[in-house]
């Protein structure tokens, strides 16, 4: 039996200090809503998506395919691109992320993953040559509602973009 200089028993100490903070998890969740996505995840600030990107672009996603190689999956992303507030002004950009399904063969998610669907407008914040293209994960994309604002922050469409370009400024100089 494992027992310190005054005697405890070391192993019940440890159960009780793991239960205890299992306990103060529960709360934690509890007190935050639930176990969703996001629950136990830290806000990433703007400032810190902008100094890693490579390209910011809004725009309309107008492909979505999913891809198998080997036992991964893949889901391949365009963009028509509407405003380039970073980056190489094109006309499209493409991006891959991991996970998808494929209707019959499965597939696999992974948390954090920012969920795009084709039709939606967005603001996508990039990373070049990377396997996680989208920096920041899910915190790295933004919708764009019908009437012109962030569904994430509620913010007005130009008033958001302006914030990212005054970001930009500060940051790059």
Request: glycine share 10%; proline share 3%; charged share 25%.
């Amino acid at each position: 039996m494992w027992r310190d200089r005054r005697g405890y028993n070391l192993k019940q100490e440890v159960g009780k200090m793991f239960r205890k903070s299992l306990m103060v998890l529960m709360f934690g969740m509890f007190m935050a809503g639930g176990t969703g996505p996001g629950v136990l995840a830290w806000e990433i600030p703007l400032e810190w998506l902008v100094a890693r990107s490579d390209a910011i672009v809004t725009g309309e996603v107008i492909t979505e395919k999913v891809i198998q190689d080997g036992k991964n999956f893949y889901t391949i992303y365009t963009v028509t691109v509407d405003r380039t507030l970073l980056g190489d002004r094109t006309k499209t950009v493409q991006f891959r992320l991991f996970g998808g399904e494929l209707p019959g063969q499965g597939g696999c998610w992974y948390s954090h993953r920012p969920v795009i669907k084709k039709g939606e407008n967005i603001v996508i914040m990039l990373r070049n040559h990377s396997d996680q293209p989208v920096v920041g994960d899910d915190q790295g994309k933004f919708t764009i509602s019908a009437d012109n604002r962030i569904r994430e922050t509620g913010e007005e469409l130009t008033d958001f973009l302006d914030r990212i370009q005054e970001i930009s400024l500060r940051v790059r100089s």
